[in-house]
């Protein structure tokens, strides 16, 4: 259940397919491993490698994997409450606490940004501490906004990205995050930075098209 945290504050919901879900009575389901023939019931599988969105459930005996095994969100723990664990229905509640306060506390629009000087606006991305609180948005010693982080919350940085956009336009230079806000922002993903930072290339790339079309006017 580690990965719990991450996944449900994105709010994904992972339709079905063949896999079991976390709460699917799969332990008790008969399996078989094709590699060594090995036989038995879902509770004597090992459990393997965890991905973003689900684990591996290995043989006990040559530890190949024999099927993987879906993590919850936040709907199936709610509809499976009985089943759930109590340490993982804190963490349950916790992240529709955060979730709820994150919908009150989000930049939505544009206009809720306020108005700020200068044509090159080299914007902050910062965090209140290395272990979450506020995502912060600062030009220079002006915040521009705060509202909840989420852990792995680089999903959240092109949207913010969008909304700066649409209120500075290519007056927008940059949204460059902290050191600081690193830990949070990347978390545990691979991908994170790169995402980051492809957002970041776009940004520069439409506001040097916007610049030369500016100087050079057809
Ligand atoms: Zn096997």
């Given at each position: 259940m580690r990965k719990l945290d991450s996944k449900m504050?994105?709010?994904?919901?992972?339709?079905?397919?063949?896999?079991?879900?976390?709460?699917?009575?799969?332990?008790?389901?008969?399996?078989?491993?094709?590699a060594c023939g090995w036989k038995g019931s879902g509770t004597e599988l090992i459990e393997g490698e965890p991905f973003s969105d689900l684990y591996e459930a290995n043989c006990p005996k040559c530890r190949e994997c024999v099927t993987t095994v879906m993590f919850p969100t936040i709907e199936e723990a709610r509809s499976n409450w009985d089943k759930v664990p109590p340490l993982d229905r804190m963490m349950v509640e916790y992240m529709e606490a955060h979730q709820a306060s994150f919908e009150a506390r989000k930049l939505f629009a544009p206009e809720q940004l306020?108005?700020?000087?200068?044509?090159?606006?080299?914007?902050?991305?910062?965090?209140?501490?290395?272990?979450?609180?506020?995502?912060?948005?600062?030009?220079?010693?002006?915040?521009?906004?705060?509202?909840?982080?989420?852990?792995?919350?680089?999903?959240?940085?092109?949207?913010?990205?969008?909304?700066?956009?649409?209120?500075?336009?290519?007056?927008?230079?940059?949204?460059?995050?902290?050191?600081?806000?690193?830990n949070f922002l990347y978390g545990d993903s691979g991908s994170a930075s790169r995402y980051v930072e492809e957002y970041r290339r776009k940004m520069r790339q439409l506001r040097r098209r916007a610049t030369v079309t500016t100087i050079h006017p057809k």
């Open positions: 504050s994105k709010g994904f919901i992972i339709q079905g397919n063949n896999m079991p879900s976390y709460y699917d009575d799969w332990q008790s389901a008969q399996f078989e491993c094709k306020p108005d700020v000087e200068g044509d090159d606006l080299v914007i902050v991305w910062d965090i209140d501490q290395f272990n979450g609180g506020d995502t912060i948005i600062r030009y220079g010693n002006l915040e521009l906004w705060r509202e909840p982080a989420f852990y792995e919350g680089y999903w959240r940085f092109s949207e913010v990205v969008d909304l700066l956009m649409q209120k500075y336009g290519e007056r927008v230079q940059d949204l460059v995050p902290t050191r600081k806000s690193g």
